[in-house]
């Protein structure tokens, strides 16, 4: 009797134990989740402010972005960019690292990919051939000018954050250069009253699965489940993970420190470029100067509400481009700003970030173990 009796009471403690470690598993999840319910509610009192009806906002901004199949068709397509975007700088967060040049490497990844995709051979090539074609272009060029910060950190110390800004500068001028001017290749395309690129090829282009949403949207989904594996799987992503946690432990148990930032720098980069190259691909078909500017900046907004989380990165960033989708149609019906969507997404950063007031305001316990290590690594993705 008394055994059966400290069987049910180890029972119970099992259950109590498993308890506890589900909730720890699920905070990571709902921390950003109250996040944004604090700050719709946030945004609502904004809107009253401003003199119009929250709920017929919001009402607005959902349907704008769900309210039939072709803006859902169009939420897809805007948030398909973000989700490579994002998926870059999550990526460097777990190496301890802060890639703010995701927009110059996205830039340089679609102007690459633009270049390649105008090329007279790739007239007569087909689309299983072309895409990838014009896909590694993407990945060469974001590569490459995800590299450079990478190496400067390595060699010299630079800081990354100071590097890449400057980068996203010099990428935005170096192709207003090449295709809003006669630079030495000849990137504009006379025929239209906007600088732009020439048209790619028919057979670089990415079909369209339904509406607005191209074959790019599968290709950033396998990307995040790439990534997760990597990192999470390989002997490589155990290092990355390591370096990022902490370098120091790092170096002294053999890894090479410089080699994985230069890594880690170059696949971030590489994953931005093919995102930038997915949008030329599979969007309209050529690239425009400021067609990313601000993309980098939304990318790190995405990443922070994801916990640098590669498969979490997808629904944020969903939410990211249906509010942006569904912004119009608020501002139509309701008579308020666009801005206000950028509000209501400081606002959820803001709470992401400073998660010490959401734990406090509904009663979620800090993390601990392993969830502390990860926290760090974002203060230290800024040399703090």
Request: aromatic share 8%; with cysteine; net charge positive.
């Amino acid at each position: 009797m008394s055994s059966r009796v400290r069987g049910a009471g180890g029972g119970g403690r099992g259950r109590a134990h498993a308890a506890v470690e589900a909730y720890f598993r699920l905070a990571p999840v709902t921390v950003p989740l109250y996040a944004i319910a604090v700050a719709v509610v946030l945004g609502g009192l904004v809107i009253l402010l401003a003199g119009a009806n929250p709920v017929e906002a919001y009402s607005a901004l959902f349907r704008g972005a769900f309210g039939s199949p072709q803006r859902i068709a169009g939420a897809l397509a805007r948030s398909t960019p973000f989700i490579g975007a994002a998926l870059a700088v999550a990526f460097a967060f777990k190496a301890g690292l802060f890639n703010i040049g995701a927009e110059g490497q996205l830039l340089v990844g679609g102007l690459t990919a633009a270049w390649v995709g105008t090329f007279g051979w790739m007239a007569g090539l087909p689309a299983v051939v072309g895409i990838p074609v014009v896909l590694l272009a993407g990945v060469v060029g974001g590569a490459l000018w995800g590299g450079i910060p990478g190496v400067l950190k390595a060699r010299t110390g630079a800081h990354e954050v100071i590097v890449t800004i400057m980068l996203n500068a010099i990428a935005l001028r170096m192709t207003e250069w090449l295709v809003a001017s006669r630079a030495p290749v000849i990137l504009l395309d006379e025929s239209s009253s906007v600088p732009r690129t020439r048209p790619i090829a028919a057979g670089a282009r990415m079909p369209d699965l339904f509406g607005s949403v191209h074959l790019g949207l599968l290709v950033a989904l396998v990307l995040c489940a790439l990534v997760w594996f990597v990192l999470n799987r390989t002997t490589a992503g155990f290092e990355i993970r390591t370096v990022g946690i902490n370098p120091n432990a790092a170096r002294y148990a053999g890894m090479s420190v410089p080699g994985t930032i230069v890594l880690v720098m170059a696949c971030s980069g590489a994953l931005a470029g093919i995102a930038g190259a997915g949008e030329v691909s599979g969007g309209l078909g050529f690239l425009t100067p400021g067609g990313f500017v601000g993309f980098g900046f939304d990318a790190i907004a995405i990443a922070l509400l994801a916990r640098a989380n590669p498969f979490a990165v997808i629904p944020a960033a969903l939410l990211w481009g249906s509010l942006l989708a569904g912004a119009p149609l608020m501002q139509l019906e309701a008579g308020l700003s666009i801005d206000l969507v950028r509000i209501v997404q400081a606002l959820i950063i803001l709470f992401v970030a400073a998660d010490a007031i959401v734990r406090y305001l509904f009663r979620i316990r800090a993390p601990r173990g392993e969830d502390v290590a990860e926290a760090a690594v974002f203060a230290k993705g800024w040399g703090v």
